[in-house]
């Protein structure tokens, strides 16, 4: 990335290139670098501001971990009443993770018990070992799109350009052949070429993973039979089903996707959003899974320093008890109704060849003139454009990621205000897009 031109941002890029002597890139996650804005100093409801004093309304909301909006006072005050009172000890168990433990067990029928870690990465090896270990199987299948974190077995096939789509398509390298073929990748709503692996290897797959709704890739959503499709092949091949709820999980309902498909997954892992950005994460499945780790004597190694944390379980709790207490979902669904349709509408008015997607309080805007199942039909997203909307929204004063496929999310500190205005200003930004030739040879 250049650091000669002056784009506006003196402070933050300051603080950037003070970040680029200590951290690799200046980032502490490949991510994040996305340029101006630099740096962040504060953050409040659906607020941010950077280090040079613009505010944005923040649809980007930390990849999904913010749902109530920043800071949000219960929250916080949960965890600093932890802090308060304990920090991390070690051994034996806390109150607070007891407390998650059971509040999970109520909201998601699926997680007879749980485990609890720092980060969804960690949630979904832990996945991988366990089905891994339960069946004695080698393979994991997952969606082209799909991600599930960086370690090494699903670190392959998210974003991939066309001629590494399907194919071997590694995030990394310095991850083990063996790692990256015990992986198989399937197409998203199609059964068959799921289907197809079980008839190839066998008696070999230990499981399934996918998210409900492929947020990594903006918003794929599941055909009807789809998920059902998953649990009657993998009930039938005895292999695990996980739902990968890190995204989806608390996001669309406090029962997960699953409680709005009404799919019930083997195991389901969770993150981000369960404590409104508190470092907090797990697993959750039935009593008979679950008590293959070796906490309960079984086989699959259970270990984490962090793990159970007081105040990523106080932030959970406390999170849990305001979805509950509240019109959260309805709110921000309508929210997310209200922008969905303005953006169509402007769209349609101006004649731009895409699409506009989403679930809930999750918006996106793919840049295909057909409407999207899989992996497959974004090949032909205009990735130029994405980014672009992205960049002049966000240079508007409206985060939003600018970089392909990403998507936004309404937290419950939006207001219909907001939305309009992002409307308002999408409205501008595609207007000057069209006038600057986007779009012109499609
Ligand atoms: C669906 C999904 N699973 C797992 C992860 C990994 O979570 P973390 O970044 O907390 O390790 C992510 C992160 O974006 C994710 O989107």
Same mark, same amino acid.
């Given at each position: 990335?250049?650091?000669?031109?002056?784009?506006?941002? $003196?402070?933050?890029?300051?603080?950037?290139?003070?970040?680029?002597?200590v951290?690799?890139?200046?980032?502490?996650?490949a991510?994040?670098?996305? !340029?101006?804005?630099?740096?962040f100093?504060r953050? +409040?409801?659906?607020?941010?501001?950077?280090?040079?004093?613009? @505010?944005?309304?923040?649809?980007?909301?930390?990849?999904?971990?913010?749902?109530?909006?920043?800071r949000?006072?219960? &929250?916080?005050a949960?965890?600093?009443?932890?802090t308060?009172?304990?920090?991390?000890?070690? *051994? !034996?168990?806390?109150e607070? +993770?007891?407390?998650?433990?059971e509040?999970?067990?109520?909201? *998601?029928?699926?997680?007879?018990?749980?485990?609890?870690?720092?980060s969804?990465?960690?949630?979904?090896?832990?996945?991988?070992?366990?089905?891994?270990?339960?069946?004695?199987?080698?393979?994991?299948?997952? &969606?082209?799109? !799909?991600?599930?974190?960086?370690?090494?077995?699903?670190? @392959?096939?998210?974003?991939?350009?066309?001629e590494?789509?399907?194919?071997?398509?590694?995030?990394?390298?310095?991850?083990l $052949?063996?790692?990256?073929?015990?992986? *198989?990748?399937? +197409?998203?709503?199609d059964?068959?070429?799921?289907?197809t692996?079980?008839?190839?290897? $066998?008696e070999?797959?230990?499981?399934?993973?996918?998210?409900p709704?492929?947020?990594?890739?903006?918003?794929?959503?599941?055909?009807?039979?789809?998920?059902?499709?998953l649990?009657?092949?993998? +009930?039938?091949?005895?292999?695990?089903l996980?739902?990968d709820?890190?995204?989806?999980?608390?996001?669309?309902?406090?029962?997960?996707?699953?409680?709005?498909?009404?799919?019930?997954?083997?195991?389901?892992?969770?993150?981000?959003?369960m404590a409104?950005? /508190? $470092?907090?994460?797990?697993?959750?499945?039935s009593?008979?899974?679950?008590?293959?780790?070796s906490?309960?004597?079984?086989? &699959?190694l259970?270990?984490?320093?962090?793990?159970?944390?007081?105040?990523?379980?106080?932030?959970?709790l406390?999170?849990?008890?305001?979805? @509950?207490?509240?019109?959260?979902?309805?709110?921000v669904?309508?929210?997310?109704?209200?922008? @969905?349709?303005g953006?169509?509408?402007?769209?349609s008015?101006?004649?731009?060849?895409?699409? &506009?997607?989403g679930?809930?309080?999750?918006f996106?805007?793919?840049?295909?003139?057909?409407?999207?199942r899989? /992996?497959?039909?974004l090949?032909?997203?205009?990735d130029?454009?994405?980014r672009e909307?992205?960049?002049?929204m966000?240079?508007?004063?409206?985060l939003?990621?600018p970089?392909?496929?990403k998507?936004?999310?309404i937290s419950?500190?939006h207001?219909?205000d907001?939305?309009?205005?992002?409307?308002?200003?999408?409205?501008t930004?595609?207007?000057?897009?069209?006038?600057?030739?986007?779009?012109?040879?499609?």
């Amino acid at each position: 990335m250049s650091t000669s031109t002056d784009d506006g941002h $003196p402070r933050g890029r300051a603080l950037w290139e003070r970040a680029r002597q200590v951290i690799p890139g200046g980032v502490n996650s490949a991510t994040r670098l996305i !340029g101006r804005p630099y740096a962040f100093t504060r953050a +409040e409801g659906a607020y941010l501001w950077d280090a040079d004093g613009n @505010r944005y309304v923040d649809y980007h909301a930390a990849f999904g971990a913010i749902l109530l909006g920043h800071r949000d006072p219960a &929250v916080d005050a949960a965890a600093a009443a932890a802090t308060a009172q304990i920090d991390l000890v070690g *051994l !034996g168990v806390t109150e607070h +993770e007891v407390r998650m433990a059971e509040t999970l067990r109520e909201v *998601l029928p699926s997680a007879e018990m749980t485990i609890s870690c720092m980060s969804g990465s960690e949630a979904t090896a832990q996945a991988a070992r366990l089905a891994r270990g339960v069946t004695g199987r080698r393979y994991l299948v997952k &969606v082209q799109g !799909g991600f599930h974190g960086w370690h090494d077995p699903f670190a @392959r096939n998210v974003i991939s350009p066309p001629e590494r789509a399907y194919r071997l398509d590694p995030l990394s390298s310095g991850i083990l $052949p063996d790692s990256l073929s015990g992986t *198989l990748i399937a +197409e998203y709503n199609d059964l068959e070429s799921v289907e197809t692996f079980f008839h190839a290897f $066998p008696e070999q797959i230990a499981a399934i993973i996918v998210e409900p709704i492929p947020h990594n890739v903006g918003a794929l959503l599941p055909e009807p039979g789809y998920l059902e499709g998953l649990r009657a092949i993998t +009930e039938r091949e005895g292999a695990v089903l996980i739902f990968d709820e890190v995204i989806t999980g608390f996001r669309h309902a406090l029962g997960g996707y699953q409680q709005i498909a009404g799919v019930t997954p083997d195991l389901t892992t969770f993150g981000k959003a369960m404590a409104n950005g /508190y $470092p907090v994460a797990g697993l959750g499945g039935s009593r008979a899974l679950m008590e293959n780790f070796s906490s309960a004597g079984g086989s &699959v190694l259970l270990a984490g320093t962090y793990n159970g944390h007081p105040v990523g379980a106080a932030a959970a709790l406390a999170t849990i008890d305001r979805l @509950r207490d509240t019109d959260h979902y309805p709110r921000v669904r309508r929210l997310g109704d209200l922008m @969905r349709a303005g953006l169509a509408e402007v769209i349609s008015e101006l004649g731009i060849p895409a699409q &506009v997607v989403g679930e809930g309080s999750v918006f996106v805007v793919y840049f295909v003139p057909e409407p999207v199942r899989g /992996y497959r039909d974004l090949l032909g997203n205009d990735d130029d454009a994405y980014r672009e909307f992205h960049r002049r929204m966000t240079d508007s004063g409206f985060l939003m990621l600018p970089m392909s496929l990403k998507r936004n999310h309404i937290s419950g500190a939006h207001t219909e205000d907001d939305v309009t205005r992002t409307i308002d200003a999408a409205r501008t930004v595609l207007t000057d897009m069209c006038a600057d030739g986007f779009f012109s040879g499609r």
